[in-house]
């Protein structure tokens, strides 16, 4: 049954432009913020009804709109809020889809909760992260996330997904793969570290540490380097520098087997001098990850 405040909340022919980080694009036909779950059922239920186009707006990071813009609804997801409960020497975060990612990680790192610093300054919301399993730096979203709520778009059904049951992967999970479109994260749950220590594994992040004599990093101390590095390469969002204008990086690292590694470390050493060596980095069940 469709909602009459859901009919009174849409509005037509909004500009999306100013909703990515690209800030270029047409209108939506129809447009609607939905702060809950019961909201963005009932917007599912409005295109339905009217065999209406449908997609889902986060927080514009990765999305290039047409100058036609959007022919249907567009829904973007406000869903916020954030609970945390003590879980032994771990806190327990969970947060709406809606909630802007960097924020939630600084206020976990202003905490001392560890497990999110290293994806410090990424931009997007939290419930891209599970899609994607969002990582940087040597650090996975897939790390810490213990569960999903999500809305199955053709039965209008909220389910729960635990960690396993996403199936992540390396920056992939079952939404990008065999459930494309199939779900809406609307809030997503993770394990932190309270008092842990700081993941410094990516060499970049290590040398930059040790350049500045940072011998036992702190959460903050990562934070803020990882913020550096990101800034320096214009991956952190800022008005002000038209290069951060970006949908991010198009392409992942690929991995191999490690007997595919040393047939290629065989042929990358005739091309060095030996002061240097090919970046490498291990991987799950074996495989080595390559630097593209």
């Not at 500009?15 to 447009?31: D, E, H, K, Q």
């Not at 947060?95 to 997007?124: K, M, Q, T, Y």
């Not at 809030?187 to 350049?211: C, I, K, N």
């Not at 992942?252 to 002061?275: K, L, M, Q, S, Y």
Request: glycine content about 10%; charged content about 25%.
């Amino acid at each position: 049954m469709l909602r009459p405040e859901f009919e009174e909340s849409i509005s037509e022919n909004v500009p999306l432009a100013p909703m990515t980080t690209l800030g270029i694009g047409g209108p939506a036909r129809y447009f609607a913020e939905v702060t809950t779950t019961g909201a963005l059922i009932a917007g599912v239920e409005w295109a339905k009804s009217r065999s209406a186009p449908l997609f889902v707006l986060g927080g514009g990071s990765n999305i290039v709109v047409a100058d036609s813009g959007f022919p249907g609804l567009v829904l973007r997801i406000n869903i916020c809020g954030v609970e945390t409960r003590i879980d032994g020497d771990h806190i327990v975060v969970e947060a709406g889809a809606g909630e802007e990612w960097d924020r939630l990680v600084a206020h976990c790192v202003a905490n001392n909760w560890a497990g999110f610093e290293c994806l410090s300054g990424i931009p997007g919301r939290v419930g891209a992260t599970p899609i994607q399993n969002v990582g940087a730096h040597g650090q996975d979203t897939s790390e810490t996330l213990t569960s999903v709520e999500a809305l199955e778009l053709s039965s209008g059904r909220l389910i729960n997904l635990s960690a396993s049951e996403c199936e992540f992967g390396y920056r992939t999970s079952r939404f990008k793969t065999r459930d494309r479109d199939r779900f809406v994260i609307t809030r997503a749950t993770y394990s932190l570290a309270a008092g842990g220590e700081a993941a410094v594994r990516y060499p970049e992040l290590q040398r930059y540490l040790a350049d500045r004599d940072v011998e036992v990093p702190t959460l903050s101390d990562v934070r803020q380097a990882v913020l550096t590095l990101r800034s320096r390469k214009a991956m952190v969002i800022d008005p002000s520098d038209i290069d951060s204008r970006s949908v991010g990086s198009f392409f992942v690292n690929p991995t191999v087997t490690g007997e595919e590694f040393e047939r290629i470390n065989h042929r990358a050493n005739r091309f060095i001098d030996g002061t240097e060596s090919m970046p490498a980095f291990p991987a799950p069940d074996g495989r080595v990850k390559l630097s593209a």
